[in-house]
């Protein structure tokens, strides 16, 4: 299965460098960054952030892993130790139903902002969330916007994990935007690309760790859900920066080699990733890992954004750790503008 899956990507890319020639273009690349509108940055500027996330990120995260390995008592980290609790506990509960998890989000937002907990209340005065898991669902979560209201729906897939914590004030982000523009003339401006929506979203899921207590009452957990969110936070870069360098190289070189793509995803994600793992006796598996990013098959070149706007929501988050109700204001009115 996997060799069909390379053979299929081998075409895949084929045909996209075919695309791009017709279109004018040097290569796919080129193509794509036209694509997608990216008249404000360029490739050199997107190569220059891979090599600063090494710089700066990927030290921090030897560092996470290190103390890992530490509080696992380990002489090495294998792959499958990068993902349990090192201390063993079990996973964080912070609720139990659809219904819990909605308010305690709404006292979140309200004690941020009235405004912001008043959006949740439209929604839920309106039907517009189907938030539980249950037999049957489509999986995924994600906020709707409805442009005629002007009032979104958010669907997901809640259990009573922190990741659901988390997916719920991100889409409450998402919501917040979709509000703040519902008044725009146009509606092509209610729908910004993604380096700006997700923004909002990440903006929201760090502004409001100051107030998580509402699902942790437990100090001990409380510090636990903030440090392991803001480990992924950190996280998120280098497999960002992964991703995306290898994307570049693949559309720079599209007559490449299956052995040659496996060698040089294998150098990329050594370069950002796992850096003290041993991966000894599992290294034939190594370079099919990329095949778990959907985004390489369908969205191509996209996935960049999502390293932009975590920077620009730490950004936000530095401002409003310095003066929140300020921070705050300033979120508003620039999400306001589209
Ligand atoms: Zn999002």
Request: aromatic share 12%; with cysteine; glycine share 6%.
């Amino acid at each position: 299965l996997v060799a069909q899956l390379h053979q299929l990507f081998t075409e895949l890319v084929q045909l996209r460098h075919q695309v791009a020639l017709n279109a004018g273009f040097a290569n796919f690349r080129d193509y794509m960054f036209a694509a997608l509108g990216r008249f404000d940055y360029t490739p050199e500027d997107t190569f220059n952030f891979h090599a600063a996330i090494r710089a700066t990120v990927v030290p921090l995260i030897d560092e996470f892993d290190d103390a890992r390995r530490r509080a696992l008592a380990l002489s090495t980290l294998r792959p499958w130790d990068l993902d349990v609790d090192p201390s063993g506990k079990p996973p964080l509960r912070p609720f139990q139903t659809g219904e819990e998890l909605l308010e305690k989000t709404i006292t979140v937002f309200q004690r941020l902002d009235p405004f912001l907990g008043q959006c949740l209340t439209t929604m839920r005065q309106m039907g517009h969330l189907d938030l539980e898991s249950r037999k049957g669902k489509a999986p995924g979560g994600y906020n709707y916007p409805l442009d005629e209201t002007g009032v979104p729906f958010i669907f997901m897939n809640a259990t009573s994990s922190l990741r659901d914590v988390v997916t719920m004030l991100h889409e409450g982000g998402h919501a917040v935007h979709s509000f703040l523009t519902r008044r725009l003339p146009l509606s092509a401006d209610k729908h910004p690309p993604s380096e700006v929506a997700e923004l909002a979203s990440m903006s929201m899921e760090l502004m409001s760790m100051d107030h998580w207590d509402v699902f942790f009452s437990d100090p001990a957990e409380l510090r636990r859900a903030k440090k392991t969110h803001l480990e992924g936070v950190l996280e998120t870069f280098p497999w960002v920066a992964t991703i995306d360098k290898f994307q570049h190289w693949i559309y720079e070189n599209p007559d490449h080699t299956e052995a040659q793509r496996h060698q040089r995803w294998t150098q990329i994600f050594q370069e950002f990733n796992q850096r003290s793992v041993s991966w000894s006796g599992l290294e034939k598996f190594r370079p099919y890992l990329w095949q778990k990013q959907l985004h390489l098959y369908e969205v191509p070149f996209y996935y960049i954004e999502y390293a932009l706007a975590q920077l620009g929501a730490i950004a936000v988050w530095r401002n409003f750790r310095q003066d929140p109700a300020a921070a705050l204001a300033g979120y508003q009115q620039a999400l306001a503008l589209g």
